[in-house]
């Protein structure tokens, strides 16, 4: 995970205090929610021990993901640290991907850049001044169109791309802007702090947590 996206997580939840709803060897439950009382990022962790399930609701969405098997609390904290691995197990989740303006532009002009330093795509006989037409646009329908998972490209879209990429599905195109959502981050790092400081609280209070055996290894500064 990109320490400037750690970070960035870890300051949302800076003044976040876990309550614990329910543990025992079946389940944990925790809620994650600002000191004051409010709900802005606020999430609640459901974690199914047996099942090897964790919940996630609150202000950030919603997901489940399973592993099929017996988990702790603890170490699926380890096991969400790596977000691509976490989000395999994602069996429903609202939007995991973003689509910002910025990264449509900055995907567009990369492979743009690509195509002009490759000698070997000017036998496709298009000239320099036609890629950059071709590129603005693009551009200019990116500017019209919604991007989402599954979402079509209108013809027009399509029909510029396949000069450049064939199958354009198979390419970069169909990818452009496409970025993991903050939430994904947000909801592992804040289990991850979350635990953190229910473990802490029970070693402070001279308390064994369930699972304290197999401490999470957590992102640093959580």
């Known amino acids: 995970m990109d320490e400037s996206i750690k970070n960035r997580c870890m300051k949302r939840f800076k003044n976040h205090k876990a309550t614990v709803v ?32 964790l919940i996630v ?3 950030l969405g919603d997901c489940i993901a399973s592993w099929f098997n017996h988990v702790t609390p603890d170490k699926l904290a380890c096991y969400i640290n790596d977000i691509s691995y976490f989000m395999g197990k994602f069996q429903c989740s609202s939007d995991t991907y973003d689509y910002q303006w910025h990264d449509i532009v900055s995907d567009l002009e990369g492979i743009k850049e690509e195509f002009l330093k490759d000698d070997g795509n000017w036998n496709h006989g298009i ?3 036609e890629v950059e037409e071709d590129f603005a646009e693009m551009l200019r329908l990116c500017d019209e ?9 209108p013809d027009a879209f399509v029909e510029l791309a396949e000069r450049y990429a064939d199958p354009w599905w198979e390419s970069e195109f169909a990818h452009i802007g ?8 947000l ?3 804040g289990y991850q702090m979350a635990l953190k400081q229910i473990r802490k609280a029970a070693a402070e209070a001279g308390e064994d947590g369930a699972g304290g055996a197999d401490q999470p290894v957590l992102a640093p500064g959580a």
Request: glycine letters at 10%.
């Open 22 to 53: 329910l543990e025992n060897e079946d389940f944990l439950i925790l809620d994650w929610r600002d000191k004051s009382g409010s709900g802005e990022y606020a999430v609640r962790y459901i974690v199914d021990c047996q099942k090897g399930n």
């Open 57 to 59: 609701s609150g202000d």
């Open 127 to 129: 000239s320099a001044g």
């Open 145 to 153: 169109m919604t991007f989402g998972e599954n979402v079509p490209y």
């Open 178 to 185: 496409k970025r993991i959502s903050e939430r994904v981050y």
């Open 187 to 189: 909801w592992a790092i």
